[in-house]
């Protein structure tokens, strides 16, 4: 005997077509495609019965979503809202785990450097903050305000009393303009420094090369043989490093490096060449200017911030030449090492582009604006 089900379904066009779209829709939930069909299969006129053998499902799933469709169309295909667990922290509480993960460990005695979610979850229950909590339930509320108490992140708060004064002709310089005017064709900037100390690292066993699921293996034990001083300058414009390897530092070496690009072309006959360096000892102080403007005239020494190496393009490259060549090497000798900086210097040369800069001046001025409004800040500069 055929049994008929009291609600009826019948579908307008609208409906139809909505219902339709949503199980051809490859993204659609399988409970939401269930329900449609279950109503489109009411509407064709087929028994409760028929559509839950036809859908493999119980023939009360059926009723219920013939009858919810029924009385609130397609709103009733949608899950009610459910309340839930009452919770078991209030806000109250929550907030002021929050905040504690905002203070340093060390104003709650504690010996420790940095939070851990566990340290966070031991101290909220010492202070009767919370009665008990775990450690995943403190690591998903601080999750929720992208709160991380575990890391860190190094900074140097600027020193020097004409800190803008000298880094605005830095930024106008990677934009083209000196003293208010463009930068003609004939002129460059480079951009140089010396990274002192390349280890050369002789490894025990040879690296093994990578594999399905495994990467690079390199053997942690390892001979010394000697350090290195890599000496670079870099066009900013033209992406383009020339670099030497010395045994040592120093005013002589830099010295070297200043001759090893003045006399290539196009530097030799250039208009004028800035040269952007930092405070080291090798091109320190107004000597330093003198220094290479009796040995090179159309050459011009400009001298970052104290403590401002971080707005150095050469700093750039030093990092991508320790992460590409020198982290994790293995090298016979200082020969080999140099070989190999120098070789990557050349592969870089042939594919490199010019950096993006994106610090200009309006960030800088930002950047004082906010270091200005410091609360501590006469402690910082003291």
Not at 41 to 60: K, P, Q, S, Y
Not at 131 to 157: E, Y
């Amino acid at each position: 005997m055929r049994i008929t089900s009291p609600f009826a379904v019948a579908l307008t066009e609208s409906e139809t077509q909505t219902l339709t779209a949503l199980i051809a829709r490859p993204s659609a939930a399988v409970r939401d495609v269930l329900r449609a069909k279950i109503v489109l299969m009411a509407a064709a006129g087929a028994t409760n019965a028929e559509i839950a053998r036809a859908l493999r499902v119980c023939a009360d799933t059926v009723r219920k979503w013939r009858r919810r469709f029924t009385l609130r169309r397609l709103d009733g295909l949608h899950d009610s809202h459910r309340s839930g667990r009452p919770p078991v922290f209030t806000a109250v509480q929550v907030a002021a785990v929050k905040a504690l993960a905002c203070e340093p460990p060390g104003q709650h005695d504690l010996t420790v450097a940095r939070w851990s979610s566990t340290e966070l979850a031991k101290t909220a229950v010492a202070q009767h903050i919370v009665p008990t909590v775990s450690a995943s339930t403190v690591r998903r509320w601080l999750a929720k305000d992208a709160l991380k108490p575990w890391r860190q992140q190094c900074w140097i708060f600027p020193r020097d009393p004409c800190f803008t004064a000298k880094a605005e002709p830095v930024l106008d310089l990677y934009d083209r303009r000196w003293k208010g005017r463009r930068l003609r064709p004939d002129e460059y900037v480079i951009s140089a420094d010396e990274k002192p100390g390349v280890q050369v690292l002789r490894r025990t066993h040879a690296s093994l090369p990578p594999g399905p699921g495994r990467p690079t293996r390199v053997e942690f034990e390892y001979r010394r043989g000697g350090t290195l001083a890599y000496l670079a300058a870099y066009d900013v414009h033209r992406a383009t490093v020339i670099g030497r390897c010395e045994r040592t530092t120093g005013i002589v070496p830099f010295t070297a490096l200043v001759d090893q690009v003045m006399t290539t072309e196009p530097y030799r006959s250039a208009k004028r060449v800035f040269w952007i360096v930092d405070n080291g000892a090798s091109h320190r102080g107004a000597a330093s200017i003198t220094r290479l403007k009796h040995r090179w005239p159309n050459a011009a020494l400009v001298h970052l911030p104290v403590h401002a190496s971080w707005l150095n393009q050469i700093e750039v490259i030093f990092s991508i030449f320790q992460r590409k060549v020198i982290t994790g090497g293995d090298f016979h000798d200082m020969g080999d090492l140099a070989d190999k900086i120098l070789g990557f210097q050349q592969h870089y040369n042939t594919t490199a582009d010019p950096f993006d800069w994106t610090f200009t001046k309006t960030k800088l001025h930002h950047l004082m604006q906010r270091l200005a409004a410091h609360p501590d800040l006469d402690q910082l500069v003291a």
